[in-house]
């Protein structure tokens, strides 16, 4: 074993001699490949770093010296060509760097077509836009607008400012053709709507004219009832011809049926003026003065198509005629009156309808014709044929003033037409067949029957669908109401059989809000028999809130009291106990039970305000303990830097003050890295104190070395404890002695010792295999310095070996 340890150690010494000449030889030499990679790679790194071009990039992505250099060049390109260029080079050749630029690729070519899809886009909408501009077709104009509108927004900023003006022009005009296209609309619903009002008035009219003709004459009409319809009657007229086209003959039915109206009641008005008078003579004797009963049929003047009347019959068999005579005028003076206003009338009308002025027109013939039924029947007729003209001059104007009406009924044909065809929901249909109907009614009607069975027919067809959902609304009504009865039943029974001093309020709770939810879903209901329901439900739900609300105000008090027992502990010290109490009321308020919401939400703010200015203590605390710690750690810093430079050649003074400087500051609250910081500097000036101690006991055993070669070495000069380490040890040779001194410090040992060496080697690992002691390097040190200098068996201690001691000594110092 020993020649093995020795020819190990020869070899250890043979490469470390021949070391440095290898080194020396490299410096002189060339830089190796390795080295101008590494240059290479440095300065690819760099370029890639620089924000390189695209070419370069390109360049990299197939040259790159790394992987990584290569794919960050490949994913940052973004040249089509160059793309293409780096996947044909790298394919077969870099798998990493062919699928990133195949990916680029494909997603420079995406978002190309993805461009010009977009572009494409903008051309076709602006195309729409302007074709609809100009089309004729009006069906959903609206709706291809707003569609319109809509898609171009999602492309707008991609538009060039060419493209935006030919788009905002084209919305232009189509918003001033739908605007046309409304009023021209609603002209001809308007005319529509007046036709209607006209052909029921007519139809009413002559409805009423026949129950006239065939009535019982035992009787005789309201008076009050026939007024009212003449009125009413008249007024829908003249709103149905405002500013329309009227027909001719459609005006004559009209004038011919008023004008028979009113002549039936003028004359059951004055009939009811005389009544009392016939009704005293046809209950009297026969021998009545004829000339009399004349009077009285003459001023009643029954109109012939209208059956007479059981007294005006009675009053005819008295006078022995078969019909009633022409009456007179009773009143002369209120027939000149009537006269004279009539008079005044009739040129303010002839002069409005010269202006063709309608609405004025309209008014004034509407009072002349009053006027005119006010005279009797001589002083009528030098008025009949002036107002015949001016009536048919009203009627022209009433012409040339509806004549769109027709077309507007015609487009509403052909809208409830294609609303029979959509599939739209139910309720909108039927809203929008209701929406058409009223607008066919506010034109007024039609006079062509045709044009009214068509606008039936087609009603009637889109309505057909609606019947099946309405049917069915109608069931889902009366489940919704079996629904209602169930809940409110369910209600009724909770509220028998609760037991309100030991209850689960919670549970009572949400009983309450689900009937709520489940009273709102079950929806629609018919109004009239929920009526009932509702209250039924209400006084239930009151029932039930009133306990609920009772139990809420308790628990708000609960709540109340944690809020001032929080407030009281603001300022409560000391600040943990504070905390923890804050802590356990939290805890409290959770157990309380329900509460109105937003009460509760008020107590909650004021707690949670309680508790926050609790906990800020806290944080204030802490904010001054983190402002006292940054202030010691800035103390501490500037300790550090005035010490940390310190080195083995430190003085004591300096020394002992960087010391008392550092346990100053072991008091202070650091942080943690400063802290560390600190007393990382604090074992170093330990170790600098113990090196330096350490220093000077090497120095006092060198100077006892010499003194011992010199022969002038006294025990009482040496440590009281080598008189111990000397007389135990075993008897060794000054050579020997040395050779330990070097082993144990690392010294290199003469060539001429290293045989010896070797062996004291081999002796101490079979030392140290066989247990011996654990002493340090340094005590071992002492113990031979000790047999050096008082062992009186040491034969060869002379200088040569007292400077390699010496030396040994030094080299440990220095370890």
Same mark, same amino acid.
């Given at each position: 074993m020993a020649a093995f340890i020795q020819k190990l150690f020869r070899n250890r010494k043979t490469v470390s001699q021949e070391r440095p000449k290898a080194a020396r030889k490299q410096e002189n030499d060339q830089p190796s490949e390795e080295d101008k990679k590494q240059l290479q790679r440095q300065q690819q790194e760099k370029l890639l770093n620089s924000d390189p071009s695209q070419p370069a990039l390109a360049k990299l992505a197939i040259e790159g010296m790394t992987s990584a250099l290569r794919l960050e060049a490949a994913r940052r390109l973004q040249q089509e060509d160059l793309l293409q260029e780096v996947l044909k080079q790298a394919k077969g050749r870099d798998k990493g760097v062919y699928q990133t630029a195949k990916q680029s690729l494909q997603q420079l070519k995406d978002q190309q077509a993805k461009e010009k899809a977009v572009k494409n886009r903008i051309a076709e909408l602006v195309r729409q836009a302007q074709d609809q501009a100009k089309s004729e077709d009006t069906k959903l104009f609206e709706a291809r607008l707003t569609s319109v509108q809509d898609s171009w927004q999602t492309v707008e900023e991609q538009a060039t400012p060419e493209q935006t003006q030919q788009f905002l022009e084209a919305v232009h005009q189509i918003r001033e053709r739908l605007k046309q296209f409304k009023e021209d609309q609603a002209e001809e619903q308007r005319h529509l709507e007046q036709k209607c009002q006209r052909d029921e008035t007519l139809e009413l009219l002559q409805q009423t004219l026949a129950q006239l003709k065939s009535a019982d004459p035992s009787g005789l009409p309201s008076e009050s009832a026939l007024d009212a319809l003449q009125k009413t009657q008249e007024n829908r007229w003249l709103e149905a011809t405002r500013e329309t086209q009227v027909d001719k003959q459609e005006q004559k039915r009209y004038e011919q049926s008023m004008l028979a109206l009113r002549n039936y009641l003028a004359a059951v008005r004055r009939l009811n003026n005389v009544l009392p008078q016939i009704t005293e003579l046809n209950g009297g004797s026969t021998d009545a003065p004829q000339q009399l009963v004349n009077a009285l049929l003459a001023e009643v003047a029954w109109p012939k198509e209208f059956p007479l009347p059981e007294p005006l019959s009675g009053l005819q068999a008295l006078a022995g005629k078969p019909k009633p005579q022409t009456p007179s005028s009773a009143d002369h003076e209120q027939q000149k009156m009537s006269t004279e206003a009539l008079e005044s009338t009739l040129p303010k009308l002839e002069a409005a309808l010269e202006a063709r002025q309608f609405k004025e027109s309209r008014q004034l013939l509407k009072v002349a014709q009053g006027q005119l039924q006010a005279l009797d029947q001589r002083h009528r007729k030098g008025f009949q044929a002036r107002m015949q003209l001016l009536a048919g001059q009203f009627r022209e104007l009433s012409d040339w003033q509806g004549f769109a009406t027709a077309p507007k009924q015609q487009s509403l044909c052909e809208q409830m037409e294609y609303l029979a065809d959509q599939p739209i929901e139910p309720e909108a249909k039927a809203e929008r067949i209701k929406e058409l109907q009223n607008e066919w009614r506010e034109l007024g009607g039609s006079s062509d029957r045709s044009l009214w069975n068509r606008f039936k027919a087609a009603s009637d067809q889109a309505y057909e669908p609606c019947k099946a959902y309405f049917e069915a609304k109608s069931d889902l009504k009366q489940a919704n109401l079996q629904k209602r009865a169930a809940i409110c039943e369910e209600l009724e029974h909770f509220l028998q059989h609760a037991d309100w001093t030991n209850i689960d309020w919670k549970g009572a709770e949400r009983i309450h809000q689900t009937a709520r939810q489940e009273w709102k879903a079950a929806?629609?209901?018919?109004?009239?028999?929920?009526?009932?329901?509702?209250?039924?439900?209400?006084?239930?739900?009151?029932?039930?809130?009133?306990?609920?609300?009772?139990?809420?105000?308790?628990?708000?008090?609960?709540?109340?009291?944690?809020?001032?027992?929080?407030? +009281?502990?603001?300022?409560?010290?000391?600040?943990?106990? &504070?905390?923890?109490?804050?802590?356990?009321?939290?805890?409290?308020?959770?157990?309380?039970?329900?509460? !109105?919401?937003?009460?509760?939400?008020?107590?909650?703010?004021?707690?949670?305000?309680?508790?926050?200015?609790?906990?800020? !203590?806290?944080?204030?605390?802490?904010?001054?303990?983190?402002?006292? +710690?940054?202030?010691?750690?800035?103390? &501490?810093?500037?300790?550090?830097?005035?010490?940390?430079?310190?080195?083995?050649?430190?003085?004591?003074?300096?020394?002992?003050?960087?010391?008392?400087?550092?346990? !100053?500051?072991?008091?202070?609250?650091?942080?943690?890295?400063?802290?560390?910081?600190?007393?990382?500097?604090?074992?170093?000036?330990?170790?600098?104190?113990?090196?330096?101690?350490?220093?000077?006991?090497?120095?006092?055993?060198?100077?006892?070395?010499?003194?011992?070669?010199?022969?002038?070495?006294?025990?009482?000069?040496?440590?009281?404890?080598?008189?111990?380490? &000397?007389?135990?040890?075993?008897?060794?040779?000054?050579?020997?002695?040395?050779?330990?001194?070097?082993?144990?410090?690392?010294?290199?040992?003469?060539?001429?010792?290293?045989? !010896?060496?070797?062996?004291?080697?081999?002796?101490?690992? &079979?030392e140290g295999l066989g247990g011996g002691d654990n002493s340090t390097p340094e005590q071992e040190l002492e113990r031979l310095i000790a047999i050096w200098c008082l062992h009186p068996a040491i034969d060869d201690v002379h200088t040569e070996h007292a400077e390699r001691l010496a030396q040994a000594l030094e080299t440990h110092l220095h370890r």
């Open positions: 929806w629609p209901v018919d109004f009239r028999d929920n009526r009932q329901m509702q209250k039924r439900f209400d006084d239930l739900l009151k029932q039930l809130e009133r306990p609920l609300d009772e139990e809420r105000l308790r628990n708000e008090t609960a709540k109340q009291s944690i809020v001032e027992r929080a407030q +009281s502990l603001i300022n409560h010290e000391p600040l943990q106990e &504070a905390m923890d109490q804050a802590k356990a009321l939290q805890t409290e308020w959770k157990t309380v039970g329900i509460t !109105r919401h937003r009460e509760d939400r008020k107590l909650w703010q004021a707690f949670r305000k309680a508790c926050d200015q609790i906990f800020e !203590r806290r944080e204030a605390q802490r904010s001054a303990q983190q402002q006292a +710690s940054n202030e010691a750690d800035e103390a &501490a810093r500037a300790a550090l830097e005035n010490y940390q430079s310190l080195g083995t050649e430190v003085d004591e003074a300096t020394l002992e003050e960087a010391k008392s400087a550092l346990k !100053r500051l072991a008091d202070s609250p650091l942080s943690r890295p400063v802290r560390e910081e600190v007393q990382s500097l604090r074992q170093h000036l330990a170790s600098l104190g113990q090196r330096r101690k350490l220093t000077a006991r090497l120095e006092s055993w060198k100077s006892l070395i010499t003194n011992r070669v010199s022969g002038s070495l006294s025990s009482e000069q040496t440590p009281p404890a080598w008189q111990k380490l &000397a007389a135990d040890a075993e008897p060794l040779s000054g050579r020997d002695l040395v050779i330990r001194a070097e082993i144990l410090s690392g010294k290199e040992t003469p060539d001429a010792d290293q045989g !010896r060496r070797m062996e004291i080697q081999v002796q101490r690992l &079979a």
